[in-house]
């Protein structure tokens, strides 16, 4: 290592040329704990809104676990969503309101744990946020602290001119520093108000009206983008062309500017029963019991394991002296 003496006495142009060497051989870093600035660093939320302003489709996938994040990862999606959809097509329950914020929290922090750049988002899920303001605010930190790979967390809103609660919470936590995506359209947690799983916004024009209002006061508290689920593809494209924050559609239209997925839908983990927006783009569950079945089969039948293939060995001499000394005990 260059001491300060070296440089000191190496003259001018020698000195520009051990400068030159040092910032090679020791690449800047904010903190010494940081990565190389050479190493790819994760998506950000201006990123995300590059992609945006170029035109270039934003893709996010759900994730629950290492294994689903890895896969998402391993695909370059530029988000995963960590859902509380993960309360139905991962743990099994009823409904996405069942799971509690400890619980949910298990999933986010299993999912940050992969390695990749995609942009993290983590929902708040059913009775996180509706009790306070302060409480809501404090459950936020604590997702964000979960991992610094958190980058966002997502709220379902109902439309402006029913939920006046959502919208000042938000801007609430945009006020603190704390990304925030809006849900809404389709919003699960709200399902029994809504009247059940059903498209909105395609009967009522009033309803469109509201929508695109609640779209834009999300906008106006501190929305950085916002999920619309369940929407004709006309409205949700109407939508779009109204605001100036990145749209992710589900189940509505290519119009958006992105679009999300769950990943047990797309890849079909739970067989072929998926809701009409859903494409399957592989069917893991018919491939995975197959698997199983085979293996089933296997063992019944002793073909495996097979000795010469699947276990260890040890040396024949070594194993006929463990033989001969146990005879002779």
Same mark, same amino acid.
């Given at each position: 290592?260059?001491?300060?003496?070296?440089?000191?006495?190496?003259?001018?142009?020698?000195?520009?040329?051990?400068?030159?060497?040092?910032?090679?051989?020791?690449?800047?870093?904010?903190?010494?704990?940081?990565?190389?600035?050479?190493?790819?660093?994760?998506?950000?939320?201006?990123?995300?809104?590059?992609?945006?302003?170029?035109?270039?489709?934003?893709?996010?996938?759900?994730?629950?676990?290492?294994?689903?994040?890895?896969?998402?990862?391993?695909?370059?999606?530029?988000?995963?969503?960590?859902?509380?959809?993960?309360?139905?097509?991962?743990?099994?329950?009823?409904?996405?309101?069942?799971?509690?914020?400890?619980?949910?929290?298990?999933?986010?922090?299993?999912?940050?744990?992969?390695?990749?750049?995609?942009?993290?988002?983590?929902?708040?899920?059913?009775?996180?946020?509706?009790?306070?303001?302060?409480? &809501?605010?404090?459950?936020?930190?604590?997702?964000?602290? =979960?991992?610094?790979?958190? /980058? @966002? +967390?997502?709220?379902? #809103?109902?439309?402006?001119?029913?939920?006046?609660?959502?919208?000042?919470?938000?801007?609430?936590?945009?006020?603190?520093?704390?990304?925030?995506?809006?849900?809404?359209?389709?919003?699960?947690?709200?399902?029994?108000?809504?009247?059940?799983?059903?498209?909105?916004?395609?009967?009522?024009?009033?309803?469109?009206?509201?929508?695109?209002?609640?779209?834009?006061?999300?906008?106006?508290?501190?929305?950085?983008?916002?999920?619309?689920?369940?929407?004709?593809?006309?409205?949700?494209?109407?939508?779009?062309?109204?605001?100036?924050?990145?749209?992710?559609?589900?189940?509505?239209?290519?119009?958006? &500017?992105?679009?999300?997925?769950?990943?047990?839908?797309? =890849?079909?983990?739970?067989? /072929? @029963? +998926?809701?009409?927006? #859903?494409?399957?783009?592989?069917?893991?569950?018919?491939?995975?019991?197959?698997?199983?079945?085979?293996?089933?089969?296997?063992?019944?039948?002793?073909?495996?394991?097979?000795?010469?293939?699947?276990?260890?060995?040890?040396?024949?001499?070594?194993?006929?002296?463990?033989?001969?000394?146990?005879?002779?005990?």
């Amino acid at each position: 290592m260059l001491s300060s003496m070296n440089l000191l006495k190496t003259g001018g142009r020698s000195l520009l040329t051990a400068q030159k060497f040092v910032l090679r051989a020791y690449p800047y870093r904010p903190y010494s704990s940081q990565p190389s600035p050479d190493l790819k660093r994760p998506i950000t939320i201006p990123d995300i809104h590059s992609k945006y302003a170029k035109g270039v489709p934003i893709t996010m996938c759900t994730a629950y676990d290492y294994i689903t994040a890895t896969w998402a990862q391993r695909a370059h999606s530029d988000m995963i969503l960590v859902g509380d959809s993960l309360a139905m097509t991962s743990l099994g329950y009823p409904s996405t309101t069942t799971i509690s914020l400890q619980e949910f929290q298990y999933h986010v922090k299993s999912v940050c744990r992969s390695q990749g750049t995609s942009l993290i988002v983590a929902d708040m899920p059913f009775g996180s946020f509706e009790k306070s303001i302060p409480y &809501a605010i404090g459950n936020a930190i604590d997702m964000m602290k =979960l991992d610094e790979n958190v /980058t @966002s +967390v997502k709220l379902e #809103v109902g439309l402006h001119t029913k939920d006046h609660y959502t919208p000042q919470l938000i801007k609430e936590l945009s006020a603190r520093g704390i990304p925030v995506m809006g849900h809404i359209g389709l919003t699960p947690q709200r399902a029994h108000s809504l009247g059940g799983f059903k498209v909105q916004a395609n009967k009522d024009m009033n309803d469109v009206k509201e929508l695109l209002e609640t779209a834009k006061l999300l906008q106006s508290v501190g929305c950085w983008s916002m999920v619309l689920e369940c929407v004709p593809h006309k409205v949700a494209t109407w939508i779009q062309s109204q605001l100036r924050i990145p749209v992710i559609g589900i189940g509505a239209g290519n119009g958006t &500017a992105g679009q999300v997925l769950v990943v047990s839908d797309l =890849l079909g983990m739970l067989g /072929t @029963s +998926v809701p009409k927006f #859903v494409k399957q783009y592989e069917s893991l569950e018919e491939k995975a019991v197959k698997a199983i079945e085979d293996y089933r089969t296997g063992v019944a039948e002793k073909t495996f394991p097979e000795n010469s293939i699947h276990t260890f060995k040890i040396k024949e001499e070594q194993w006929q002296d463990f033989l001969k000394q146990q005879e002779d005990i």
